[in-house]
Nanobody, 119 residues
Framework: QVRLVESGGGLVQAGGSLRLSCAAS????????MGWYRQAPGKQRELVAN???????NYADSVKGRFTISRDNAKNTVILEMNSLKPEDTAVYYC?????????????WGQGTQVTVSS
C-alpha cells in the first residue's frame, strides 16, 4: 500500500501562484509514475501533470507553460508549482501514485486539497 498526503492548497487571486506538495509513504519503491489530477464540481477527474521515474513529464494542454511538476526521490515527494493561476484552475487536486503490476495497474490517491482561484 502507498499512502499519499497532500498539502499546499488554498485561496489565491487570478494571476497568483500556489505550490502543492505530496509526500508518499509505505510501499513506495516500485512506484512508476507520480502525478496530480484535479476535479472541478460537475466535471470528471482529469490529469494535470505527471512525472515518471526516468524524469519524463506530461502536462495537460491547459496548464502547459504555467505549471511545473518535480519529484524529490530522496524525500519521496512530488511538487506541483502553479503560476499564473486562472479561475478555471479551481478544483480539488489529488496526488496520484501509479504502479504497474504483471496483472495490471494500481492507482493510489491522496485525500485531495482544494485550490480556489478568485477572479
Amino acid at each position: 500500500q502507498v499512502r499519499l498526503v497532500e498539502s499546499g492548497g488554498g485561496l489565491v487571486q487570478a494571476g497568483g501562484s500556489l505550490r502543492l506538495s505530496c509526500a508518499a509513504s509505505g510501499s513506495i519503491l516500485s512506484i512508476n509514475v507520480m502525478g496530480w489530477y484535479r476535479q472541478a464540481p460537475g466535471k470528471q477527474r482529469e490529469l494535470v501533470a505527471n512525472i515518471a521515474n526516468g524524469g519524463n513529464r506530461n502536462y495537460a494542454d491547459s496548464v502547459k507553460g504555467r505549471f511545473t511538476i518535480s519529484r524529490d526521490n530522496a524525500k519521496n515527494t512530488v511538487i506541483l508549482e502553479m503560476n499564473s493561476l486562472k479561475p478555471e484552475d479551481t478544483a480539488v487536486y489529488y496526488c496520484n501514485a501509479l504502479k504497474y503490476y504483471s496483472t495490471g495497474r494500481g492507482d493510489y490517491w491522496g485525500q485531495g486539497t482544494q485550490v480556489t482561484v478568485s477572479s
